[in-house]
């Protein structure tokens, strides 16, 4: 019997992971491919899981930590997908923040279980407007969000440049010229996972017997902790209402708190990694996020109006988590007196702790 194949794909916040896996399965199940998501977040309450869940896929979400430090949750997820579920293919998603995925995940899993299942090459989506600003400017990237980045790039065994129907032709070539100077031997991919331009490539290359974990960054841990200590985290869930009882616009309303946030966070300069919004009501939904000032508010789903509906947020920024919250409280204030009303589900906001990986290995397998 062939084994299931687990593909992890990395990348930081907004680099546009959770659109790529959903690209990428969609091609996969029209060949007949059972195929599993796992999640993974800091906290419960992700918009990604809901959004994948929504478009038909089994997905598991392991939250409270990231996959290196709840390695133990995560084979348990795909060992129930394999086992049970009878996965063909299982996509993982890590935590945006997330670095060193090859010593602390892939070794370890070819290492504990070469029998079990097969790890993909490791991919590392890359959007590329952050790529240009950090690769002109190397050695301002020695700590914060930047550093992240780099090492994440660093162990990719395939670099997967996302957008790309955002950029020109010269900017292609330019950022190849970029490319070149810091990763002249690694394999890239170029896609739009949202325009499904590159993906079935991308998809020869995940379903091929390439060696995975080829590369091992080398992560200082105190300058890494110190890099996602910068970033705030907040997830929350709400049913949202008029007072009324009025038909709504979601769609609209989707769109219109999403930028009343972004002004709120440039207003104060504060750097977006990402604002993502999944509103639902029966079978109808509406999915937004917020990536950077250029790309600016983008909306999927359908329009559709009902007297209520449920709310996940998720915000990634680089301030303090309180800060956020003060944040999206005054913008749900200023709905509030208009009428609107907000019953609060769950909600968390938080610094993320000091990564602590079950397992770290120094060579590959």
């Avoid at 993502?276 to 000032?293: C, D, M, R, W």
Wanted: charged content about 25%.
């Amino acid at each position: 019997m062939k084994k299931s194949k687990i593909i992890f794909v990395g990348g930081f916040l907004g680099a546009g992971k959770t659109t790529l896996l959903n690209c990428a399965s969609k091609i996969l199940k029209s060949r007949s491919i059972k195929i599993g998501v796992i999640t993974n977040d800091q906290a419960v309450g992700l918009v990604d899981t809901n959004i994948l869940q929504h478009n038909g896929l089994i997905v598991s979400e392991i939250s409270g930590k990231c996959f290196c430090c709840d390695f133990n949750g995560l084979v348990d997820a795909i060992d129930y997908m394999v086992k049970v579920l009878h996965c063909e293919l299982i996509l993982a998603e890590p935590v945006g923040s997330c670095t060193d995925l090859c010593s602390t995940l892939i070794q370890p899993l070819k290492k504990l279980f070469p029998n079990a299942f097969e790890v993909a090459p490791l991919s590392v989506l890359v959007d590329p407007l952050k790529l240009f600003a950090t690769l002109k400017n190397l050695d301002s990237h020695k700590e914060g969000s930047g550093y992240i980045y780099i090492k994440q790039w660093e162990e990719a065994d395939y670099i997967v440049v996302n957008k790309l129907d955002l950029l020109e032709n010269d900017q292609i070539d330019e950022l190849k010229d970029l490319i070149n100077t810091k990763f002249s031997d690694y394999p890239i991919c170029w896609i739009s996972s949202q325009k499904s331009i590159g993906v079935e490539d991308w998809i020869v290359v995940i379903l091929s017997d390439i060696k995975s974990g080829k590369r091992l960054a080398n992560v200082d841990y105190d300058v890494y902790a110190l890099c996602e200590s910068r970033m705030g985290w907040y997830n929350a869930s709400f049913m949202i209402g008029l007072e009324n009882l009025t038909i709504m616009d979601w769609q609209g309303f989707n769109r219109e708190i999403l930028a009343l946030i972004q002004k709120e966070f440039e207003s104060k300069k504060i750097i977006i990694a990402h604002v993502k919004t999944f509103l639902k009501s029966g079978v109808n939904f509406s999915a937004g996020n917020i990536i950077n000032e250029i790309e600016g508010v983008d909306i999927r789903g359908t329009e559709f109006a009902s007297r209520s509906v449920r709310m996940v947020i998720n915000i990634r920024a680089e301030t303090s988590h309180w800060t956020i919250d003060e944040i999206v409280n005054d913008v749900l204030q200023s709905y509030m007196e208009h009428g609107f009303k907000f019953e609060m589900i769950a909600k968390k906001h938080f610094t993320p702790m000091r990564p602590e990986p079950i397992h770290r290995f120094g060579i590959t397998c």
